[in-house]
Structures are given as structure tokens and as C-alpha cells.
């Protein structure tokens, strides 16, 4: 029986990514930027045929208690 090779190799060195990413460790995102995130989110996953648009998305998250 022939010898398996391994699918993955080593990962690809990216260090433009690799610096980008230890700068996000230190970024605080603000309270509006994450509204605009999780309005993004229901939008997007909103039937593509239903009349929900993103001003209507945000209008009822404003009606939305969010605890942590």
C-alpha cells in the first residue's frame, strides 16, 4: 500500500497579517461600533425577499435591551 502523504503543509509566513493582527490586541471598539455590528448582522441575515431593511433593523435594536 502506497505511503499517505499529509493534505496540509506548514502554514504560509504572512508577516504583514501577523502585524496587523497584534495590533488589534490592543484596540478597544466603542459601544456604536458594535450596534453598527450586530445591525450589520441581523441585516445580512435577513430573507433576501422580505421588506426588512437596514434603517429598520436599526430602529427596533433600539428597542432591544442587550445585558452582558
Known sequence: MAERQPVLGPAPVHPELDRLLEQTKTLTVSEADLQEQRVSF???????????????????????LMTR
Open 42 to 64: 441581523a441585516y445580512g441575515n435577513a430573507p433576501q425577499a422580505s421588506r426588512i431593511t437596514k434603517e429598520s433593523v436599526r430602529d427596533a435594536s433600539k428597542s432591544i
